[in-house]
C-alpha cells in the first residue's frame, strides 16, 4: 500500500510542471485579416505616348496603316487634357474618281478621365473624347472631274481640305515605373455640310469626300509618364 501511494506521488511530481504551462500558455496568434484590394494613389503627372495602329469600318474600304502621337496630363492620375494627332498615309476609299489612296490626317483636343489601379496606379483603363480638325489630302483624274469648257483634261490634281471632327475613345494605359504602353480604339467623324467653300474643281470634289467622313483607329504603342 505505502509503495503503490509513493507511485502516485512520483507521477504526479513529474507531470505537473507540464500541466501549469500548458494552462499558462497564451493562445495561438489568429492571423490577420488581407488588406481589401483598392484603387492604386497616384501623383498627378505627364504622359507621352507614340503608336502605330490601322484605320477600319465606315467610310473605309478596307484597313490602312495609321500612326501618331499623344502628350496629356492627368491630375491625381484620374482626369485631365492630352493631345492627339494621328496620320494614315494611304487611307482606302472606294471612289474611281480618285487616282491614288488620300491622306487622312486627325488633331485632335481631348478630355480624359482614368481610373488609377494598383499599388502606384500603374494601370490605368481611360476614356477621352474631344474635338478639332480632319485632314484629308486627295489626288483625282482631271479628266473625270467636272470642267466648264468642252476640252478634257489630263493628268492629275490634288487638294488639301480640313473640317473640323470629333473624335471618342478609351484604352488602357500600363507602367513598370516610367516606361509603359498605351493602347486604345477610337472613333473619328469630321462635320457634314452640303456648302463648299473651294473655287475650283479638285477642290469641291475633296470637300465631298470629307464631308461626314467617319473611321475608326485602333492603336497601341510605348508610353513615358513622368
Known amino acids: 500500500m505505502r509503495m503503490s501511494a509513493l507511485v502516485i506521488a512520483v507521477v ?7 500541466m501549469a504551462t500548458a494552462q499558462s500558455a497564451p493562445p495561438a496568434a489568429v492571423p490577420s485579416a488581407a488588406p481589401p484590394i483598392t484603387a492604386g494613389a497616384t501623383q498627378s503627372h505627364w504622359t507621352v505616348a507614340g503608336f502605330v495602329g490601322s484605320n477600319f469600318g465606315k467610310s473605309t474600304l478596307d484597313p490602312s496603316v495609321a500612326f501618331g502621337g499623344q502628350v ?49 496606379g500603374q494601370f490605368q483603363p481611360y476614356v477621352s473624347g474631344g474635338l478639332g480638325s480632319i485632314q484629308l489630302v486627295a489626288r483625282a483624274f482631271n479628266i473625270a472631274l467636272p470642267r466648264l469648257s468642252g476640252t478634257f483634261p489630263t493628268g492629275t490634281s490634288q487638294s488639301d481640305q480640313f473640317r473640323v471632327g470629333t473624335d471618342v475613345g478609351g ?23 452640303t456648302t463648299f467653300q473651294s473655287s475650283n474643281a479638285i477642290g469641291l470634289f475633296t470637300e465631298s469626300l470629307l464631308s461626314g467622313l467617319d473611321f475608326w483607329r485602333a492603336n497601341i504603342g510605348i508610353a513615358i509618364r513622368w
Do not use: H
Open 171 to 193: 484604352g488602357l494605359m500600363g507602367f513598370n515605373g516610367l516606361i509603359g504602353f498605351r493602347a486604345d480604339v477610337r472613333y473619328y467623324k469630321a462635320t457634314s455640310t
Open 72 to 120: 496629356g496630363y492627368l491630375w491625381k492620375g484620374m482626369v485631365g487634357g492630352e493631345v492627339l494627332a494621328d496620320f494614315a498615309p494611304s487611307f482606302k476609299l472606294d471612289n474611281a474618281i480618285l487616282a491614288e489612296n488620300p491622306r487622312t490626317n486627325a488633331y485632335m483636343a481631348n478630355a480624359i478621365f482614368a481610373l488609377p489601379l494598383g499599388a502606384s
Open 12 to 18: 504526479l511530481c513529474a507531470f505537473m510542471p507540464q
